[in-house]
T-cell receptor, first 117, second 112 residues
Framework: AQKVTQAQTEISVVEKEDVTLDCVYETRDTTYYLFWYKQPPSGELVFLIRRNSFDEQNEISGRYSWNFQKSTSSFNFTITASQVVDSAVYFCALSEEGGFGNEKLTFGTGTRLTIIP | DTAVSQTPKYLVTQMGNDKSIKCEQNLGHDTMYWYKQDSKKFLKIMFSYNNKELIINETVPNRFSPKSPDKAHLNLHINSLELGDSAVYFC???????????FGQGTRLTVV
């Protein structure tokens, strides 16, 4: 069975600080996918990134960066120079290889990030 | 243009009623899903359809019945609504070989 753990329930930081959101996963599959989604106060779920299990390269997109480490089963998300608009609930998710409708996202419980102006 | 759209956005209804939520995607994706987010923000898959065929059917009460008239539409009908059905229901879609799902804005269902 697959499992995603986001141990940080809530984090508050002052604007412009850097913040890292932790994600630890469990799966028996050798091929799997990891995701981060953002849920702002307006409620929609916004896809941020997908990493494949065979690609451990870290990724940077503007102020966002992701660190994937298979050795520790972690997929952490760092926001640099945080802004008030980053305030949201962030979900880490895992999907095992399936295809044709068989991919189901297993979500972590989310981390509520509040950026204090 | 909205990629995945759900209607209605809010739904307030009495216990015992039957209600439907509609979902449409214009992304040309082959797979559509229903997810439920409970009051603690926990997200869990309910169903998935691939090209109108039911693929995933998690342990959901029989009162919930999805229907996919074509691969761009996936509706959710709920019979005999109960207080515990109150939640936000998200529709999503994805393309084969690209497992990231794109979500609609959610339907907040409140059963009173």
């Amino acid at each position: 069975a697959q499992k995603v753990t986001q141990a940080q329930t809530e984090i508050s930081v002052v604007e412009k600080e850097d913040v890292t959101l932790d994600c630890v996963y469990e799966t028996r599959d050798t091929t799997y996918y990891l995701f981060w989604y953002k849920q702002p106060p307006s409620g929609e779920l916004v896809f941020l990134i997908r990493r494949n299990s065979f690609d451990e390269q870290n990724e940077i997109s503007g102020r966002y960066s992701w660190n994937f480490q298979k050795s520790t089963s972690s997929f952490n998300f760092t926001i640099t120079a945080s802004q008030v608009v980053d305030s949201a609930v962030y979900f880490c998710a895992l999907s095992e290889e399936g295809g044709f409708g068989n991919e189901k996202l297993t979500f972590g419980t989310g981390t509520r990030l509040t950026i204090i102006p | 243009d909205t990629a995945v759209s759900q209607t209605p956005k809010y739904l307030v209804t009495q216990m015992g009623n039957d209600k439907s939520i509609k979902c449409e995607q214009n992304l040309g994706h082959d797979t559509m899903y229903w997810y439920k987010q409970d009051s603690k923000k926990f997200l869990k898959i309910m169903f998935s359809y691939n090209n109108k065929e039911l693929i995933i059917n998690e342990t959901v009460p029989n009162r919930f019945s999805p229907k996919s008239p074509d691969k761009a539409h996936l509706n959710l009908h709920i019979n005999s609504l109960e207080l515990g059905d109150s939640a936000v229901y998200f529709c999503a879609s994805s393309q084969d070989l690209y497992p990231e799902a794109f979500f609609g804005q959610g339907t907040r269902l409140t059963v009173v």
